[in-house]
């Protein structure tokens, strides 16, 4: 059976609606994955959605609780969803534990770094001066380059400078723990990190499932996330 993939979800303030947008789950069937959807839940269903999948998608949204990192809420933090806050991080955490592969994708990747004990710029127009991070415009439209690192798991198919999208206002500032940058804007912002450890650990601040169709390297990054969750099963 090709690789379970599970993909957390976004959702309505007032929890009417669970939502995700589809170019997720088409960039996984792409790589030859089968995309599972993941509705927020407890710790408990966290652990059994652990049992079900081989690799885990954090996708974007909203804003993490900076409390959450040891901050007091600033001027400039968005939309916060408590309990999807919570269910991310306790699996992602749990994840991370049992050597399941992740791909982490914008809030993702924030998510995946307060999970290993980082911390977040809660705006980076209002703490780092920076405007080139949130244009507007399609999603898809290739905004600013990258720098990735040559090393890195990133590297291994991503050379130099890449053009991405960029949809985001927040961005690391402390990395978590076993994580390292594996690329960064002009302006210093951290736009990808992955785990130092053997498995396939990977966040990246721009939006790849908007581009996969359009870009075979960011497509790779899918296949190679696909394939890592094949292998570990
Ligand atoms: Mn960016």
Not at 14 to 31: K, S, T
Not at 76 to 99: H, M, N, P, S, W
């Amino acid at each position: 059976m090709p690789a379970v993939i599970g993909l957390t979800c976004d959702g309505d303030l007032d929890g009417r609606r669970i939502y995700l947008n589809a170019a997720y789950v088409n960039a996984i069937l792409q790589a030859g994955g089968i995309p599972l959807l993941l509705p927020s839940g407890s710790k408990k269903m966290a652990e059994e959605y652990l049992r079900i999948i081989d690799g885990l998608l954090l996708t974007g949204g909203g804003d993490v609780d900076p409390r959450l990192y040891g901050e007091e809420p600033k001027g400039g933090l968005g939309r916060i969803l408590k309990e999807r806050d919570e269910f991310e991080l306790y699996i992602t955490q749990r994840a991370l534990v049992l050597g399941k592969p992740i791909l982490a994708i914008c809030r993702g990747m924030q998510v995946l770094n307060v999970a290993a004990g980082g911390t977040l710029y809660q705006d980076i127009a209002r703490e780092l001066g920076s405007s080139l991070h949130n244009p507007g415009g399609p999603r898809n439209a290739v905004h600013h380059r990258v720098e990735i690192r040559s090393g890195t798991l990133l590297g291994q198919w991503l050379e130099g400078q890449v053009g991405v999208n960029s949809m985001h206002h927040q961005a690391v500032r402390s990395l978590g723990q076993g994580l390292r940058v594996s690329a960064t804007s002009e302006d210093g912002v951290i736009e990808a990190i992955e785990g130092t450890g053997e498995v396939f650990v990977v966040g990246v601040q721009w939006h790849p499932e908007e581009l996969a169709h359009l870009y075979p390297e960011q497509h790779e990054l899918f296949k190679r996330f696909v394939v890592a969750a094949d292998i570990s099963t």
